[in-house]
């Protein structure tokens, strides 16, 4: 149990900080801290939790010679003076480990101190002495003086309780009395709690965790562009169209709702169809060429309403339990009015135009990145973070961000950094689809969660090796996945060749795989898959360059399935976090089998069939430890397609039909003792 410090740990002396060999000069700190866990980059970056989890701790600690250890794991609120202490217990080898809760939103801190004990070692000591016969007269008057030490340390009753102790280890009494009063445990209890730390290590580092709210772990995320949400086919949408949408939207099981960009589209170079580079005069262009004659960030796009019309829409989705997600793309057209205001925040060529977006050989000459490297960079950055705050006051909470790796990562670091420490409740979502370091980079420096390679992951082997490193590796310290199979930028090959059952796979794969999953829709659940050319993974028609209508009503929606699942999601904790996911053998390389359990015995079986054209089956080996069964006959029940099977022992058959359903969700449920005790669903 965590309890308050009650004495300093002792600093180095002025004299030796001021030297190089500080550390070295107080000889008396005999102990070894090192090879501490959760610690990332060497305590230059914190580890990430939500409200109520648990943050494990472990490092090694030792020191020179036998004696007994002590180690405390301290902790607090950032901000805080005192720090609560909690023990920590030996796992063996030098192993030490303890854990403490984080029970608000912001930053906490870690770190821990250990000492010789000398008490214990004396009491352990005495103990073998006594065991082989020795004479112990002595030993007993050299412990008198170390519980007497103690007494001086201690206030009110267990101060005189010690010296009560002490005077007794010191008395002509029977020798056994004296040894049996030194080695009770209530006396290693008493004297262990004043210890002398005069000469305690600590732990050369403080250790930090950002604690963000429970939507930061687990969310269902729905995309969909506001201007296509019109009723009616050939009408621009508008907020209130979105607005009509939310019971839909809500039925689904989602609760966030992301708008790409909402603001003036820019009409120099706009794109046409299909990103075509001459537009039709009526073409919408690409909503991330922001900024017009209407304005810039701050500004709304004319077609969708007004301010007031954006407030009204944040607040009836969060009456239906729905959070909006905003775009922030940090990029301008040729015509924001930041481009004529501040030129010094953008590249200029030899010839003196704006330098446009290039990712050879893609070109957007619609768009303008900013120069993070101009001589003005300080005033640009403050600017962009003004614009993150005033999207702030009007209600959003939740940001998805464009491309974060192409810009500098202490810029992230500081606006992130500022915001949080005014709205600890503010998510920044990473859409950073680059390199592995890079990701993660972004996501120490405080993205909330990241977006993962998860849309290119299909085969059984590259399924297991990525979520095995997502879930279990070290890296989920600070990255936290959000697995999207499709966005408007990614329609891969798999759902564009696997039609329906493609589909399905891929969104019971990202709904069950991570805690945190969404969909670009209407196109995901009305399946659409046409790409603009063979080997694109761009969308014919795609949203991002035109108006679409979407018939939601059509009867091969996936809407249902999509429901189900958020559902199952809800209903089951188990589903509602990473960290353990653990994948079960099958002798089929197209059946792939994982569980999750929580720490409420609720526990999650899925086979998953990831071939969208043809029937497989085969058996699955489950580790009946993990889910939480012993030998014998245990019942799953399938959340998805219903019904309900008697399963014996670890290895039982499945066979899965994609043209049916190509998935089980299984619900692990308690183990039976007989078929005449299983209970039947329908």
């Not at 305590?43 to 020191?63: C, H, L, P, Q, Y």
């Not at 499709?486 to 795989?513: C, K, M, S, W």
Request: proline share 6%; charged share 25%.
């Amino acid at each position: 149990m965590a309890r308050r410090a009650r004495q300093a740990v002792p600093e180095t002396p002025t004299s030796a900080r001021k030297s190089n060999l500080a550390p070295l000069l107080d000889g008396r700190r005999r102990v070894v801290i090192e090879s501490v866990f959760p610690e990332v980059d060497g305590g230059r970056f914190a580890i990430k939790r939500v409200v109520g989890e648990t943050v494990r701790v472990e490092a090694d600690v030792f020191s020179d010679g036998h004696e007994v250890l002590h180690c405390m794991l301290l902790h607090r609120r950032q901000g805080d003076r005192a720090w609560l202490e909690t023990p920590m217990e030996e796992l063996g080898n030098d192993r030490y480990t303890a854990t403490f809760v984080v029970g608000e939103q912001g930053v906490y801190e870690y770190t821990l101190t250990a000492w010789i004990e000398p008490y214990a070692t004396w009491a352990r000591g005495l103990g073998r002495k006594v065991e082989v016969g020795q004479d112990v007269s002595l030993d007993l008057v050299a412990g008198a003086d170390l519980v007497a030490a103690a007494a001086e340390r201690a206030t009110g009753v267990d101060a005189g309780a010690l010296s009560t102790l002490a005077n007794r280890l010191r008395s002509e009494e029977p020798i056994a009395v004296p040894v049996e009063l030194a080695l009770s445990e209530e006396t290693a209890s008493l004297v262990g709690r004043y210890p002398d730390r005069e000469h305690a290590t600590s732990y050369e580092r403080e250790l930090r965790v950002v604690v963000d709210r429970e939507r930061a772990r687990f969310s269902n995320w729905y995309e969909l562009f506001p201007r296509s949400a019109a009723e009616e086919p050939g009408r621009h949408g508008t907020f209130a169209d979105v607005e009509r949408r939310l019971p839909y939207v809500a039925q689904l099981g989602f609760d966030v709702l992301y708008l790409p960009p909402i603001h003036p589209v820019g009409r120099t170079m706009r794109k046409g169809r299909n990103n075509a580079l001459v537009p039709e005069p009526e073409d919408v262009g690409s909503p991330w060429a922001i900024g017009a004659e209407e304005g810039g960030h701050t500004a709304i796009h004319p077609d969708l309403g007004t301010l007031e019309d954006f407030r009204r829409l944040v607040a009836a989705a969060e009456r239906r339990g729905i959070e909006v997600a905003l775009d922030l793309a940090f990029q301008c057209s040729p015509d924001h009015p930041w481009v004529s205001e501040h030129p010094e925040w953008f590249k200029h060529r030899p010839d003196g135009s704006v330098q446009y977006a290039e990712n050879p050989p893609k070109r957007y000459e619609d768009i303008y990145p900013f120069d993070f490297e101009s001589e003005a960079w300080w005033e640009l950055w403050q600017a962009l973070l003004g614009i993150v705050r005033y999207w702030i006051e009007q209600g959003v909470r939740i940001f998805r961000v464009d491309n974060p790796h192409t810009k500098p990562f202490a810029f992230w670091e500081w606006l992130i950094g500022e915001v949080k420490r005014e709205f600890e409740e503010v998510i920044f979502l990473s859409e950073a689809f680059t390199r592995p370091k890079v990701m993660a980079r972004l996501a120490k420096l405080g993205f909330t969660q990241s977006y993962t390679y998860f849309a290119w992951r299909n085969t059984k082997h590259e399924l297991i090796e990525y979520f095995n490193e997502l879930a279990r590796g070290r890296q989920r310290e600070f990255f936290r996945p959000n697995v999207w199979p499709n966005t408007p930028d990614i329609l891969t090959e798999y759902v564009q060749h696997g039609g329906r059952p493609a589909f399905v796979t891929r969104l019971v794969l990202a709904a069950t795989l991570a805690a945190s999953y969404g969909i670009y829709g209407p196109a995901f659940e009305l399946c659409e898959n046409r790409p603009r050319e063979p080997g694109s993974e761009e969308y014919l028609d795609s949203e991002k360059y035109q108006l679409r209508h979407w018939d939601l009503a059509r009867p091969d929606s996936l809407s249902e399935l999509v429901a189900r699942i958020n559902a199952i999601r809800r209903e089951n904790r188990a589903l509602q976090s990473d960290w353990s996911l653990v994948f079960h053998n099958t002798d089929n390389e197209q059946l792939l089998a994982y569980s999750k359990s929580d720490e409420r015995s609720n526990v999650v079986l899925c086979v998953v069939n990831l071939d969208p054209y043809h029937r497989q089956s085969g058996f699955v080996d489950v580790s009946l430890a993990h889910l939480g069964i012993g030998e014998g006959p245990f019942q799953v029940q399938d959340l998805l397609g219903g019904g309900s099977f008697l399963w014996q022992g670890p290895r039982n058959y499945v066979e899965l039909d994609p043209g049916v359903l190509p998935a089980h969700v299984f619900a692990v449920r308690q183990r039976v003792r007989s078929e005449r005790d299983f209970d039947y669903f329908s």
